[in-house]
């Protein structure tokens, strides 16, 4: 069955930029069903959209986010990637990446992540 | 941003027990309101979609309700495996989580 797998670096400086990238197996990200997020998580807090793209390149973005953010989709790999630009020590967290459903007839998004990656923590630190 | 509040933050309860955890919007979101289970150290896992529909593969036990601004998760009768944190979000707009609730063995 589909699986998606996080990877990237677990320690990132203050003011760099955070690189992470998710590989999707089992099935193509080339579905018109389906929008691939990033969502994260600081140690014992709760939830965050971060954003998600569409195997077209097309992008959503968290609007508090946005002016930080490259997304990135590799459809020869089964692969999406997320650029977090100059980050604090606060944004350290667990990142998620994630599958929501997309109705591409009426261009509609549920975002309704069902779909999960293990997560990997990423600490901001010099 | 719609903000979404979870009511209580932590709760106790025991095996056989049933449960309800709360989520207000601070806007009317319809019923585009889906609920999370997250074990400790896991990813959460999808429950719960559009406030009331059961995920696939979800014990019927859970079980939600609620439209407009106030929602509702219930378990009907506890499991050891049910001892977790669970989060709602809504869809309405950009993406939010309630700051979850926390579900521990008393």
């Known amino acids: 069955q589909l699986q998606l797998q996080e990877s990237g670096p677990g320690l990132v400086k203050p003011s760099e930029t955070l690189s992470l990238t998710c590989t999707v197996s089992?099935?193509?990200?080339?579905?018109?069903?389906?929008?691939w997020a990033w969502i994260r998580q600081p140690p014992g807090k709760g939830l965050e959209w971060i954003g998600s793209?569409?195997?077209?390149?097309?992008?959503r973005f968290n609007p508090s986010l946005k002016s930080r953010l490259t997304m990135s989709v590799d459809t020869s790999k089964n692969q999406f990637s997320l650029k977090l630009s100059s980050v604090t020590a606060t944004e350290t967290a667990v990142f998620y990446c994630?599958?929501?459903?997309?109705?591409?007839?009426?261009?509609?998004?549920?975002?309704?992540?069902?779909?999960w990656g293990r997560g990997t923590l990423v600490t901001v630190a010099s | 941003d719609i903000l979404m509040t979870q009511s209580p933050s932590s709760l106790s309860a025991s095996v056989g027990d049933r449960v309800t955890i709360t989520c207000r919007a601070s806007?009317?979101?319809?019923?585009?309101l889906h609920w999370y289970q997250q074990r400790s150290g896991e990813a959460p896992k999808l429950l719960i979609h559009?406030?009331?529909s059961l995920q696939s593969g979800v014990p019927s036990r859970f079980s939600g309700s609620g439209s407009g601004t106030d929602f509702t998760l219930t378990i009907s009768s506890l499991q050891s495996e049910d001892f977790a944190s669970y989060y709602c979000?809504?869809?309405?707009?950009?993406?939010?989580f309630g700051q979850g609730t926390k579900l521990e063995s008393k």
């Open positions: 793209i569409y195997h077209s390149g097309s992008t």
């Open positions: 559009g406030a009331s």
């Open positions: 089992g099935g193509s990200i080339n579905s018109d069903h389906y929008y």
């Open positions: 979000q809504q869809s309405y707009s950009t993406p939010t």
């Open positions: 806007q009317t979101i319809d019923t585009y």
């Open positions: 994630a599958r929501s459903d997309y109705d591409s007839w009426t261009g509609s998004h549920k975002w309704n992540f069902n779909l």
